[in-house]
């Protein structure tokens, strides 16, 4: 008879599966299990030192006819191999000081704009946030990067949906209870809102700013080096956003070369740590700018990788820098 050997349901009634004895509840934050259940990961703060990222290794995807480079929003045709050899010393450059480095996994969808990894996604203190980029050239780049991230444990906790389009370039950290967007051709009000409601359950608050008509990512306006230092790009950068630094303690300082930064990238930097950036060479003015403040500067060269309109702050999407030791 089915059935006939099976424990009756009285007796099994007091065991683990009903809550029982051997019963173990889960008592932990999804925060706490970070680095546990889930890989290290979440960010909270602009400077706190690096520790993880994620980037893609240029591929036979960058080769692109030369009547298509705008249609694929390049400023000119690259070398694909100057462009391997600046990227490979990118990432021997992080791996020296001590940040741990991952690919994107290759993909039958791989396109040349997944070469900028940072705006593909932005970590919270919790996980991962997806982008859903603005243009037609790269919608769909977000699935390929939600494959990686979840092959890696590191939670995706929003997938933007409706109308919504965000790039992760557009959002930063004042500190562990204030996250800033920026609103322009990237990142539009309807996800401003769905991202403001996740971050709320948090405990964050979110403050949206409006960006000048021509520009591209948030990160290209204003970048914090440390907890009482950020730089600021004159005349670009919202007026009440550079109020709320000043008002919080910031030293608040202008570029030092706008040429440099114009042509050469010399404010797509990345922070390694509290007053320690890596940036392009060839820009000895920016350079002696920072160095005169004590910043530690590590010059890598992206003579070749910029064509692409980007540098190591564009193709470094930030996993995990160090923990204020906030629990939510």
């Known amino acids: 008879m089915v059935g006939e050997s099976a424990r009756p349901l009285a007796d099994s009634f007091g065991t683990a599966a009903y809550g029982g004895n051997g019963w173990s509840p889960r008592i932990r934050t999804h925060k706490q299990e970070l680095g546990d259940v889930w890989a290290d990961c979440g960010i909270d703060s602009e400077w706190r030192p690096l520790k993880t990222v994620l980037v893609h290794r240029p591929g036979r995807e960058m080769k692109i006819p030369e009547d298509k480079i705008n249609d694929f929003q390049f400023a000119e045709i690259l070398d694909l191999g100057l462009a391997q050899a600046e990227h490979d010393d990118m ?57 990686t991230l979840a092959n890696m444990g590191i939670p995706v906790l929003k997938v ?9 370039a557009d959002l930063m950290w004042m500190d562990p209870g204030t996250a800033l967007i920026g609103r322009g051709l990237r990142t539009n009000q309807a996800a401003i809102d769905q991202i403001t409601t996740l971050l709320s359950e948090m405990g964050i608050t979110t403050l949206a700013f409006d960006m000048p008509f021509g520009t591209m990512h948030f990160m290209g306006m204003f970048r914090v080096v440390d907890k009482d230092l950020a730089f600021f790009w004159p005349r670009c950068t919202p007026y009440s956003l550079v109020n709320i630094f000043q008002d919080r303690g910031y030293q608040i300082l202008p570029l030092p070369d706008l040429d440099e930064a114009r042509h050469n990238m010399a404010f797509n930097f990345v922070v390694l740590g509290p007053r320690k950036i890596m940036l392009a060479a060839k820009n000895p003015r920016s350079l002696a700018f920072y160095t005169s403040l ?18 190591m702050g564009c193709m470094t999407g930030i996993l995990c820098r160090e923990a204020t030791g906030i629990q939510v």
């Not at 933007?160 to 992760?168: K, P, R, Y």
């Open 91 to 147: 990432v021997e450059m992080y791996r020296k000081n001590r940040v741990d480095v991952h690919l994107l996994e290759p993909n039958p969808g791989m396109t040349p704009n997944q070469l900028y990894c940072a705006d593909l996604f932005a970590m919270t203190p919790q996980g991962a946030i997806l982008a859903r980029p603005a243009s037609t050239v790269r919608a769909g780049e977000e699935r390929w990067v939600a494959r």
């Open 160 to 168: 933007l949906t409706g109308t919504a389009t965000f790039e992760g």
């Open 294 to 311: 004590g910043i530690e500067c590590i010059c890598i060269p992206v003579d070749e990788l910029r064509k692409a309109n980007g540098a």
